[in-house]
T-cell receptor, first 110, second 112 residues
């Protein structure tokens, strides 16, 4: 079993839809959780950063962490064609290299 | 532009040749990471530096791979005797701590 599991998709939604992206993990020591967005042929870009459990909101983006279920989510409200990208979850216990999921490819259709 | 810079953006080489990539991190960041990403996969950790000290290397990093960060500034990643399985995007990231990584655009390596 990989440490971080993420459904690769692809996921296709109409413009304006609410998007839900998820990851599960097996290492209960993970405390720092991140979401990165990666456009084609570009490096990943940090989108959201959360420490431990709870929710964090930034504009149209909400990150949720449920440590009891070892499950994290990213919600995108009012999705736009410019949100079309690969979304990567990443996490670590702290002071060790980040472990990434495979990424979910998202297409938002106008 | 004060982001992470990687050079070259693309490299095509023949099997058996040596290649070297360069990474210039964000200047105030003391941590520098190298990751490798293949199509349809997330980035996989290779190695990282705190200032000039190489603190950790993944078991993915065979003896043909070597990384340096002289004087704690830019870093180079060298692959000797390249193999077709080395074809990937090589990503460099810098960080002010161990959590928030800021990536460059990567070097796409194709080994023919």
């Amino acid at each position: 079993q990989k440490e971080v599991e993420q459904d690769p998709g692809p996921l296709s939604v109409p413009e304006g839809a609410i998007v839900s992206l998820n990851c599960t993990y097996s290492n209960s020591a993970f405390q720092y959780f991140m979401w990165y967005r990666q456009y084609s042929r570009k490096g990943p870009e940090l989108l959201m950063y959360t420490y431990s459990s709870g929710n964090k909101e930034d504009g149209r983006f909400t990150a949720q962490v449920d440590k009891s279920s070892k499950y994290i989510s990213l919600f995108i409200r009012d999705s736009q064609p410019s949100d079309s990208a690969t979304y990567l979850c990443a996490m670590n216990p702290g002071n060790t290299p980040l472990v990434f999921g495979k990424g979910t490819r998202l297409s938002v259709i106008a | 532009d004060t982001g992470v810079s990687q050079d070259p953006r693309h490299k095509i080489t023949k099997r058996g040749q040596n290649v070297t990539f360069r990474c210039d991190p964000i200047s105030e960041h003391n941590r520098l990471y190298w990751y490798r990403q293949t199509l349809g996969q997330g980035p996989e950790f290779l190695t990282y530096f705190q200032n000039e000290a190489q603190l950790e290397k993944s078991r993915l990093l065979s003896d043909r791979f070597s990384a340096e960060r002289p004087k704690g500034s830019f870093s180079t990643l060298e692959i000797q005797r390249t193999e077709q399985g080395d074809s990937a995007m090589y990503l460099c990231a810098s960080s002010p701590d161990s959590e928030k990584l800021f990536f460059g655009s990567g070097t796409q390596l194709s080994v023919l």
